[in-house]
C-alpha cells in the first residue's frame, strides 16, 4: 500500500481557523451542540466500518422509540 502524501500544513490559516472556531463555540454548551449534531453520522460511519450499516434514518427511529433523540438532532435531516 502506498501512503498518501500530504501538502505541508500553512500555520498562519490552520490558526486563523481555530481562532474562528474559538469565536464561533465560544462556550462548552455550544460545543456540546455542535458534538451532539455530528455523532450520529459518526455512528453510521462507525456501524459500516464494522460491517453492520446502519441509516441514520433508522439511528433516529431508534432513538426516538427510546426516548433518547437530543433537540439538537430532532431538527438534522437524514
Given at each position: 500500500?502506498?501512503?498518501?502524501?500530504?501538502?505541508?500544513?500553512?500555520?498562519?490559516?490552520?490558526?486563523?481557523?481555530?481562532?474562528?472556531?474559538?469565536?464561533?463555540?465560544?462556550?462548552?454548551?455550544?460545543?456540546?451542540?455542535?458534538?451532539?449534531?455530528?455523532?450520529?453520522?459518526?455512528?453510521?460511519?462507525?456501524?459500516?466500518?464494522?460491517g453492520e450499516p446502519v441509516s441514520k434514518a433508522r439511528l433516529k427511529e431508534l432513538l426516538k422509540k427510546e426516548g433518547r433523540l437530543?433537540?439538537?438532532?430532532?431538527?438534522?435531516?437524514?
Amino acid at each position: 500500500m502506498v501512503k498518501k502524501r500530504h501538502d505541508p500544513i500553512d500555520l498562519e490559516q490552520a490558526n486563523k481557523r481555530l481562532q474562528d472556531w474559538r469565536k464561533k463555540y465560544n462556550t462548552p454548551e455550544k460545543v456540546a451542540a455542535q458534538y451532539r449534531k455530528k455523532i450520529l453520522d459518526w455512528v453510521v460511519e462507525s456501524m459500516a466500518f464494522e460491517g453492520e450499516p446502519v441509516s441514520k434514518a433508522r439511528l433516529k427511529e431508534l432513538l426516538k422509540k427510546e426516548g433518547r433523540l437530543s433537540r439538537s438532532t430532532k431538527n438534522d435531516r437524514g
